[in-house]
Structure formats: structure tokens, C-alpha cells
């Protein structure tokens, strides 16, 4: 998936990645999108519970070796 900004939030636990990722977003203009990769496997429900809090598109998630990455559309 095209993207418009990454954040590397490896090694981080929650609430980092979340903090992290809200400011990304903050910096960025709406329909831009935010790839975020984490090690937490607590980040899933927490991205998914982040996008519906704030309004964003939590586009799409997947799991691979240990790392979680998710695609954010700020909007």
C-alpha cells in the first residue's frame, strides 16, 4: 500500500506507539496516510480502538515475523 509518512515504533510499548503515531498524524494534512510498523502485539487492539476514538481510517493491519504493521489515513 502507498504511503505518505512512516513511523518505526520497533521495541516501543503501549502507549508509545499510539503517542507517536498521534503526532505523526498531527503533522500531516487530511487523506495523507501513516505507515506505522511495532513489535507490541498489544498495538492491534490499540490501533483499532485509536482510529475509532479519533475519527481516523485505520485502512488495513497484518502480522508478520513478529512485527504488526499498521496503514492510518488522517483525516
Known sequence: MKFDKE????????????????K????????????????DPGSVKDF?????QTGNKLLA?????NEFEFFIERV
Open 7 to 22: 513511523l518505526d515504533a520497533r521495541g516501543l510499548n503501549c502507549p508509545l506507539p499510539i503517542l507517536r503515531a498521534k
Open 48 to 52: 483499532d480502538a485509536f482510529a475509532r
Open 24 to 39: 505523526a498524524l498531527s503533522d500531516m494534512a487530511g487523506t495523507q496516510i501513516l505507515r506505522v510498523v511495532t513489535t
Open 61 to 65: 493491519s497484518a502480522q508478520a515475523n
